[in-house]
């Protein structure tokens, strides 16, 4: 029976990647079968209701994704306008502008499927010439499957919570990585890589974030607020690294919240912010986060007794020093009054008087 029981389940589990390739394929076919004239009235008909626009043929083909599902991505934020179409006969780009035209304090969301994905075209309020792409996440592609979640993290692109939900997040993990990154990493490797950063004996926090949402909030934001890693750090005292990733899954650039991190790996070695900026891999993000971990296991903490020596001596010698020289100073001028008295009297005595003085 369990023999019977384990081929069974096994015939099951082996049955579930082909189901979903299966299904992938049959919705790729649905929203690739013709070109559709892009609804344009339909669609602000829509947003006048405060509904996202969802064609028929995406909910067909992606049945999970309808008008009801998009506004819970984006979280009924009626400042940002949403529209999903299969392939169109127009270019998306001109799509996108022709519906932002007259709605220039809202944000236009455009996702067409194109090139076998689901891609995202933004305008944003004042009717700029060009469609963004730069905030959309780092990567503007998403398949079927993961359409809605990708929502979600162009929502908290545009709503300047980048930093704000990596600040939450880190308080229950040692590592996030936001949604919508193209890198080399997967669910496990980044929890198995979360569990060594937190057993670290000083923990680090680390995070990956999308470089241009990052540059974004710090210009538009959070101006004059401190680096990013201090952000997300807030108060609490472990120091934190970020990473920022670009559009093409490069690790472009680090910071590292301040004072904590180099008072705690500074005194023996390099500071954090050197090590975090040594173990950057830009075309890996996975190769950054082993070798910071590398580093930072391989650091001598706080209980060697040649660490204690160094710690006093670095703070303790300007004191000593100092110490020294008033001593230089003081004892020349008292062996000089010492020299000054007569012979036979003490410091505190007053001379004898002279023959006929009272």
């Known amino acids: 029976m369990a023999a019977a029981a384990a081929i069974a389940l096994s015939g099951v589990l082996s049955a579930v990647p082909a189901a979903a390739a299966d299904r992938q394929d049959r919705a790729a076919a649905e929203l690739s079968d013709a070109r559709v004239e892009a609804p344009l009235t339909d669609i602000r008909e829509s947003w006048e209701e405060s509904r996202p626009f969802v064609h028929e043929r995406v909910t067909r083909a992606v049945p999970e994704v309808t008008p009801g599902t998009v506004a819970d991505a984006f979280e009924d934020d009626e400042s940002i306008r949403v529209a999903v179409l299969p392939r169109t006969q127009k270019a998306p780009q001109e799509i996108a502008w022709r519906l932002h035209e007259g709605s220039s304090e809202e944000v236009v969301v455009l996702y067409t499927w194109r090139e076998e994905a689901f891609r995202a075209d933004v305008v944003r309020q004042g009717g700029q ?208 009054e010492q020299r000054a008295r007569p012979d036979g009297w003490a410091s505190d005595e007053s001379p004898p008087p002279r023959s006929g003085e009272s």
């Open 129 to 336: 010439a060009e469609v963004e792409r730069s905030l959309v996440a780092t990567d503007t592609r998403a398949e079927p499957g993961e359409l809605l979640s990708h929502m979600d993290a162009l929502a908290t692109v545009l709503r300047g919570e980048v930093i704000s939900t990596a600040a939450q997040e880190l308080a229950e993990t040692s590592l996030y990585v936001a949604p919508g990154l193209e890198t080399d990493l997967d669910a496990a490797r980044v929890e198995e890589l979360a569990e060594r950063f937190a057993a670290l004996p000083n923990p680090v926090r680390v995070a990956l974030l999308p470089s241009e949402a990052v540059e974004y909030e710090g210009a538009m934001v959070r101006r004059g607020t401190g680096n990013v890693a201090e952000l997300v750090q807030g108060q609490r005292d472990e120091p934190v690294v970020v990473y920022m990733v670009n559009a093409d899954g490069q690790v472009i650039a680090s910071a590292v919240s301040g004072t904590a991190a180099d008072h705690r790996f500074g005194l023996r070695g390099g500071s954090l912010s050197q090590t975090a900026s040594a173990a950057r891999n830009e075309d890996s993000a996975e190769a950054t986060l082993t070798a910071l971990l590398d580093s930072l296991e391989e650091t001598p903490q706080g209980g060697d007794a040649l660490g204690h020596t160094a710690d006093f001596l670095l703070y303790a010698v300007p004191f000593l020093v100092l110490v020294g020289i008033g001593l230089v100073l003081v004892f020349p001028v008292r062996r000089v």
